[in-house]
């Protein structure tokens, strides 16, 4: 996706999330929970409760089922928009959006204003019920004014599955271009500032399964290293899949709800149907003989 022509010029921070590589040890929620909790950062965050009140969240997500299972961690958080509804809702400057990119909560301008709760359509704005108070992640901004050259959630990530960048808008367009990124619900326009790679990983739907060979006897052998290919009603594509040393196949990727789909092996320059069925969701088709 572009930056769609984005209104500032200026480097401002955005952050990078490879879902691939969320292991969901949570040293994240906890690093800014660790921030937040009890502290006061005058101008920039009331105190976060001690529970509860995560501003940034783990999801998760399960694809398949039976043995062939993938599961996948997204870590979400205020998206930090460029047209964030959540500005527009408050006109005061409650919430302001800074030159740099980051959209701030103003502890004092905000207080009883739980209306704005709502304002964010990715629900990233939480209440605290003690302070009477909007909160959202800020990136840190306290941190990052006082020189640290990253927000303590990338900091604490064991993986690198956080970066956080301070970039122009045309090396940000050049990254989004070249890593392929994407955003949350890029329909609804709001231009956020949080991009992810491989979030297909998650969201799409996956078909996986087992090819084993009869040798008759009752016994059974993996078929390792052979083509599968997988045709798709919902695009009419075709995409094809090599087996490991178990003889497992999986295809990520499929972005329709359902669909009917064939299999086919090929081996030795043949080629043999596997199965067609209907697909509702991800599924395992478990094992086919060849």
Known sequence: MGLDSRESSVSGWALVVDVSLCINCRNCVLATKDEYAGNAFPGYSAPHPPEGLETIRIERHVRGEGSLVDVTYIPKTCNH?????????????????????????DPVK?????????TCPYGMIEWNEQEQVPQNWNFDAHLLDA???????AQ?????AIRALNVGDAQLAEMVEKEHLSVMRPELGTKP???????DDALSHLVAGNVCEDLGGGQLRNLE??????????????????TDHFGDFRFSGLI?????????VRKDGKEKVLATRDRIGSVNLGTLLY
């Not at 604490?156 to 690198?160: D, E, R, S």
């Not at 500032?193 to 979030?199: A, E, G, P, Q």
């Not at 329709?256 to 086919?264: D, M, V």
Request: proline share 8%.
């Open 110 to 118: 905000s207080h009883g204003r739980r209306d704005l709760v709502g």
């Open 225 to 242: 290293g052979v083509e599968i290919i997988l045709r798709d009603s919902a695009d009419g594509g075709e995409r094809i899949a090599r």
């Open 156 to 160: 604490a990530c064991p993986t690198k």
């Open 81 to 105: 928009c460029d047209n964030a509804p959540c500005v527009k809702a408050a006109p005061d400057g409650a919430i302001y959006k800074r030159p740099d990119g980051i959209v701030v909560i």
């Open 147 to 153: 020189g640290w050259k990253e927000p303590r959630c």
């Open 256 to 264: 329709a709800p359902s669909s009917r789909i064939e299999l086919r």
């Open 193 to 199: 500032r949080v991009f992810y790679r491989n979030l």
